[in-house]
């Protein structure tokens, strides 16, 4: 999808603001690489903000010196991805659009254009994803958008995929991946942003469920492209990022799934639950695996108080939610054992 739009006649005040939120945690050159190709971006009307979560690496401190035109916040702590979000979300209030990229996927020139132009040609659709390229292997792909499950799995849609096996043309997805994602900033406002009990991890599924459940829509922008590493700061299959997806998971689920869909995909879910704790417990993280299991049962007190709220302002139907979900018993499986 090429769109005929062009910024070039346009002045730069007369175009949607957009601001670009970066959450930092000791990103190193990474960050520095990040924010060298945000400066090289095409679109005229956007700023740059860096959360950082206590670095101790000296990154932010570069940064500010290299970019003295970005903007840049400090924690003071590491409040996690979903709070750092939130507090560029906060920061950015002059503009109508927010982009959120981490410092492990680096921005094509045109990537911010390509996402605009999508959003003022398809004004049906309030959120936006990336065509997400793998950083070792641009034939690779990393994603093109995230795919949920009836049963609350989730995974990217078109993961390790040829590049050529793409999608050319805008279409519907469930929703994005949030290393490189497009929001309308008044809808964020209207979900309050990014759950900040998840700390990291199954946030951007979260959020893009709860803002399905208020009629919201998500498209795939097969133009707007990034190069991601993924998980260069807390390492892919990590302790750290079983632990936090998989609590997040059950989360998501009993949080945002409509009492029907709840109640008839159950078992399914009961089944996920069961294998992922053999799996796992195969490949010797057994430890971690039951944690994450039990912390998340532990904190559904929470979660149910959470839900009955979202459930109470839900504007759709549970079969206009199923329509955008992935069926199929064995489909979560035959993609990881198949």
Known sequence: MKSTLSFSKTPADRL????VIIVNFNGGEILQKCLLLLRQQTYPSFRVIVVDNDSRDNSVETAERTFPEFSFIRAGYNSGFAAGNNIGFAAAQDCEWIACLNPDAFAAPDWLSNLVKASMAHPEFQFFGSLMQTGEDSTLLDGTGDVYHVSGAVWRKNFRARRSQAGRELMEIFGPCAAASFYRRDILAEVNGFDENYFCYF?????AFRLRLLGYRCAYVPDAIVD????????????????HGHRNLEWTFFKNMPPLLLWFYLPQHLLLVLVTLIAYSLYGKGRVIFKAKRDALLGLPVILRQRTHL?????VSSSSLR??????????YRRHFG
């Open 228 to 243: 991601h590493i993924g998980s260069a700061i807390t390492g892919y299959k990590s302790d750290f990022a079983i632990y």
């Open 16 to 19: 949607p603001r957009v601001a």
């Open 203 to 207: 946030e951007d599924v979260d959020l």
């Open 311 to 315: 459930q109470h302002d839900r504007k």
């Open 323 to 332: 329509a955008v979900m992935a069926h199929g018993l064995f489909l979560p």
